[in-house]
């Protein structure tokens, strides 16, 4: 017998607050789980996507996810809701997985309308942790917000959603095609486009050889979806040695893991790259995969000198032999990438938090190479920051130029000099003080221009950071607060806009050090003013109750 799906038309009531963050929509999985809530969202996309609406058949959609507690159930949710709302086709990741940047290339491939990737990436997982979903475009890139906030106000308004029911859960586990009422399902290997794609960038051939030379590796995946392209890559197509990838198996609940590459978090990659008989060259990637953390033997390196590296060296690398066209950065990230890309003559740019900002300027070719200080970085090949990626560079530049990570970065520092820099992050931290202490401020901001706010320490400027994108001058306001100083030395207050508990504040600390003889003094001894300061100025430890940061990167 076979089951013949029906169309449903659900009657629902909105939800408040599904407004899309830095990156998608992300809660605890027991608010996704409620009746309706995911389906709200989900219909509230579909109504506000004008190609679907004006021409369903012939749309592919591109479908998958990081794989934590609750990807399962969503991916099933969404491809009986897309076969109901007209979508012709749905590529969908084996088992439902896609990494973010996996999802992006697969989208910019197919020629896909569009992808809905499943993930709260860097936040924790398991029935009490988070999801998330988001909207990419068909560069392969974030929703812009325009497309985010369109989506948010459709959930304010709808009353009815649409699905279908009547048959089994789709198969996702074999390769190939099948039906879903009118649409088909096609299950893709979630690994091989973005596979092919590395291929095509870098010196795959320098790599084996830096392997069969007996250097060694240790690429932590922190139970989460970057397993499969890392053994790919790194084990299959490059001769590692099994074992490279560590925590590789994709798990509901990350092994136990809080899959956020830093220093904190990857604690026992930390360990094992210590003392003489560490690897050579330490890595990790987050949830979806999209941000990597790159170390040497006792040495790990910041991730805005990684862009500023990255750039300095691109010609080193196949896919970018022939130069950049530009660099862009996010506002908080260091502006070590800026004093490159004026070395280098090229493009500088500097935009809000969150790579939907890096899209336009990648499209139109104005900038090659992009990245955030949180562990994130990439370039045009997709529109999302790729994880993988930015480890196979680093390990392209040690094959070609046979220098260990550590000597990579002080050759840097010592032509560029150093941005020595640090992030503070203040979390858990009740939503109506955050936002006191923002308002604050933002209150101050118009009398600190000018002012030596502690010794050596004048400000040059202070405001709150506002972007207008140069591509379709879209203007996004209240992206950060951020004072200059004259020194080049720089303080930046923003909130969170991805934790999904109370408020996090996030404080940016940089310093400008030319002289290689200082170059070794500890990052927290060389920002200690800047820290004091950041404290009198918003009065952090008293309005958070916290006596001092819970993370530091
Ligand atoms: C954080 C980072 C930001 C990054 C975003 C998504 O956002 O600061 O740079 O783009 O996470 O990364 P926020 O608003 O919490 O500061 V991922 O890998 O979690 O999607
Ligand atoms: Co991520």
């Known amino acids: 017998m076979t089951l013949k799906a029906v169309l449903t038309v659900q009657p629902t009531t909105p ?59 969503a991916v099933q949710t969404i491809l009986r809701m897309a076969a109901a709302n007209g979508v012709a086709r749905v590529l969908v990741g084996q088992d439902g997985l ?55 106000a459709r959930t304010q308004t709808l009353s009815t959603y649409k699905i279908m029911s009547g048959t089994p859960d789709v198969d996702l586990s074999r390769l190939g095609e099948s039906w879903l009422g009118e649409m088909v399902v096609q299950v893709i290997d979630p690994v091989d486009d973005h596979a092919e794609l590395m291929q095509q960038l870098f010196d795959f051939d320098a790599m084996r050889a830096w392997f069969q030379a007996g250097h060694r590796m240790r690429y932590d995946a922190m139970g989460a979806v970057g397993g499969p392209y890392a053994r790919r890559v790194l084990e299959d197509l490059l001769g590692a040695p099994v074992g490279t990838v560590v925590n590789g198996e994709p798990l509901e609940d990350f092994g136990g893991h809080h ?15 210590s003392g003489a008989a560490a ?12 941000r990597n953390m790159i170390l040497g033997r006792d040495f790990a390196v910041t991730p805005s000198d990684s862009l500023a590296i990255l750039a300095a060296n691109a010609t080193l690398v196949p896919g970018y032999r022939a130069g950049l066209a530009g660099v862009a950065r996010s506002m908080p990230t260091s502006q070590a990438a800026d004093v490159v890309a004026k070395a280098l003559g090229i493009a500088a ?10 899209g336009n300027l990648l499209d139109a070719g104005q900038a090659t190479l992009c990245g955030e200080e949180s562990y994130g970085t990439s370039s045009n090949h997709v529109r999302e920051k790729d994880g993988l990626w930015a480890v196979l560079f680093w390990l392209n530049l040690q094959a070609v130029t046979g220098k260990s990570v550590e000597d990579l970065v002080r050759a840097h520092w010592a032509r560029f000099g150093r941005h020595v820099y640090s992030r503070h992050d203040w979390e858990g931290v009740a939503v109506a003080k955050a936002d006191q202490l923002m308002a604050a401020l933002r209150a101050k901001l118009p009398s600190l221009a000018g002012q030596t706010l502690a010794p050596g320490l004048t400000v040059r400027l202070a405001d709150d950071f506002a972007y207008t994108d140069p591509i379709d001058g879209s203007v996004s306001t209240g992206q950060g607060v951020r004072l200059l100083f ?38 927290q001894d060389a920002l200690a003013d800047l820290i004091t300061l950041a404290d009198v100025l918003a009065d952090i430890r008293h309005l958070t109750g916290l006596p001092s940061p819970t993370v530091v990167t």
Not at 46 to 54: E, K
Not at 259 to 273: G, K, Q, R, Y
Request: hydrophobic share 40%; glycine share 12%.
């Open 259 to 273: 899959p956020d590459p830093n220093p904190v978090h990857a604690a026992e990659l930390m360990a094992a790259m």
């Open 98 to 152: 896609l990494s973010t940047p996996a999802a992006s290339a697969v989208i910019r491939k197919r020629g896909a309308l569009g992808g809905i990737i499943l993930s709260a990436s860097h936040n924790p997982g398991g029935p009490d942790g988070d999801f998330g979903i988001k909207y990419n475009i068909a560069n392969g890139g974030p929703a812009p917000e325009k497309v985010t906030e369109a989506i948010f």
């Open 15 to 73: 939800f408040a607050g599904q407004r899309p963050g830095t990156s998608g929509l992300r809660k605890k999985v027991t608010v996704f789980a409620q009746s309706g809530y995911l389906e709200n969202f989900v219909q509230a996309l579909f109504d506000v996507l004008p190609a679907v609406q004006a021409s369903p058949q012939g749309q592919t959609l591109v479908l998958g996810g990081d794989g934590r507690f609750y990807n399962r159930v």
């Open 486 to 523: 004259e020194s080049g030395a720089r303080l930046v207050f923003r909130l969170s806009g991805t934790g999904t508990e109370g408020a996090t504040l996030r404080v940016y600390l940089e310093r400008f050090e030319p002289d290689p003889a200082r170059h070794d003094v500890p990052v």
């Open 349 to 358: 740019f500097e935009t809000p938090t969150g790579w939907k900002f890096f």
């Open 279 to 290: 690897p050579d060259f330490g890595a990790a990637s987050d949830g979806d995969a999209d």
